[in-house]
């Protein structure tokens, strides 16, 4: 694999941007190897500048699953674009990527489109904040929820990968507001609720945890936080940025059966383009300003070409709903990474669902971050460079997700089973 055009590319780019990046897992510090910088893309495939071609299973972290650069999206994206990129007022087509959402969630009567995915969580919070007249807010140790200050503590993704779990800059009166407890236990969740009864405005979770590697939810989890918040006037919000439109077409609630109170949405939503969105019952989201006080803005909210790109994205899921393929192609690939290790003598655990999974150098269940943190992150920077010289991409750590997209195909599936069985440890 050749190498000089992304290692001049990446001098260059550390003299003008910190880290040479402009989100900190890109940087590939955690794996032990100078990032690539990409060409193009297609289908399942990323090409770098060096002219590599690998299959992707990071897919943008996770926005792409219908594959890159879609005909059908890019399509829409032309003929919006050549109306204009942006107006800040409103469009029709705004208002048909929220019907989309309210349609795809019971749990959601009304949407705001924004940005990105931490402006969805940031303004979920603040919304939650100012519906209930409360301060504190729930969050469990190794999710992530984009970089908000106060969600800054024990949080997964980026920071779990460099071991910096929480974040200087925070100031120490926004982390007080912030109370922590292990995923998976509602117990603890339990135990704070009554200790700060009538304080917490909200516990926020990832339903099917995507940053500290994939964690599932244990039966009943779900269930008992949505019983606890209802008990104490405590909002739930899901935050559905990865699971949303990713784990089926009403994301992980309707897989589990739970509502929340407020869910948060990007990535698929916008087809590979910024966006994200908070949405929820009509009595909770009409308290955003205009029509309440709690104020939420933004110059590109709800951009006619991004949302262009997102409304094609949701029509081609609901057409081909290739949900079910996702995940059988996901778990035969799962099913054959587990045995190539296992007859390597390779201590390693997959937690799979839908067309998202984590593989753990770990031989205990990970249900948690203390479960996850015990994985053997040396191990995994060997595999992720041996994957990538043999033409497959992997998220640069062992505290992310890896993802599927409709342009996966069996072939690729077994270049990549290839590709372990060659490993030399
Ligand atoms: P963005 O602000 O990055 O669009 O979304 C933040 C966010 C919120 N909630 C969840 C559950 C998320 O996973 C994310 C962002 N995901 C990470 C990857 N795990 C983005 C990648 C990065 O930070 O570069």
């Known amino acids: 694999m050749k190498n000089s055009k992304n290692m001049q590319l ?5 003299k003008v941007i910190p880290g040479g990046v402009n989100s900190p897992v890109r940087a590939f510090k955690s794996v032990g190897a100078s990032p690539i910088f990409i060409q193009k893309a297609k289908g399942a495939y990323l090409w770098d500048e060096d ?3 690998y299959i992707d299973y990071c897919l943008s972290w996770g926005p792409l699953i219908l594959g890159h650069a879609d005909r059908r999206v890019l399509a829409e994206v032309k003929k919006n674009m050549a109306n204009g990129t942006s107006y800040g007022i409103p469009t029709a087509i705004e208002t048909q990527l929220a019907e989309m959402i309210v349609a795809a969630f019971d749990s959601i009567d009304k949407v705001r489109l924004v940005s990105s995915g931490t402006e969805a969580v940031m303004t979920a919070i603040r919304l939650a904040r100012g519906a209930t007249g409360r301060d504190k807010i729930i969050k469990f140790i190794g ?5 908000v200050d106060s969600l800054l503590v024990s949080a997964g993704s980026g920071l779990m990968t460099l071991g910096t779990p929480s974040s200087p800059g925070v100031p120490k009166d926004f982390a007080q507001n912030t109370l922590l407890a292990p995923y998976n236990d509602a117990d603890a969740v339990e135990r704070l609720l009554a200790k700060y009864a009538g304080q917490v405005a909200a516990v926020i979770v990832e339903p099917v945890a995507g940053n500290m590697g994939t964690v599932l939810p244990e039966p009943g989890f779900l269930k008992k936080l949505r019983n606890l918040c209802t008990k104490n006037k405590t ?3 899901f935050d559905e940025v990865i699971s949303g439109f990713r784990l089926c077409y009403g994301g992980a609630q309707t897989v589990y059966k739970v509502k929340p109170d407020l869910t948060t949405l990007g990535k698929i939503i916008g087809g590979g383009f910024p966006i994200g969105a908070v949405g929820g019952k009509a009595a909770i989201m009409d308290k955003l300003s205009p029509q309440g006080s709690i104020y939420q803005a933004g110059t590109l909210s709800g ?15 609901r057409a081909l709903n290739p949900y079910k393929k996702l995940g059988s192609l996901t778990e035969r690939l799962c099913g054959g990474i587990c045995q190539t290790l296992a007859a390597k003598g390779i201590p390693n655990t997959i937690n799979q669902i839908g067309s998202m999974f984590t593989l753990f150098f770990n031989d205990a269940a990970v249900t948690d971050y203390d479960t996850a943190a015990k994985s053997d992150t040396k191990r995994y920077a060997r595999y992720f460079q041996h994957m990538l010289e043999s033409e497959i991409y992997l998220p640069p750590s062992q505290f992310e997700a890896n993802f599927l997209s409709a342009a996966h ?3 690729h599936l077994d270049q990549t089973l290839k590709a372990i069985d060659k490993w030399k440890l």
């Open 10 to 14: 990446f001098k260059q780019a550390q």
């Open 51 to 53: 002219g590599n071609r």
């Open 143 to 147: 999710c992530y929820h984009g970089h």
């Open 235 to 237: 909002l739930l919000i």
């Open 303 to 317: 951009n006619p070409v991004c949302v262009a790109a997102g409304i094609a994205t949701l029509k081609q899921l």
């Open 409 to 411: 195909t069996e072939k």
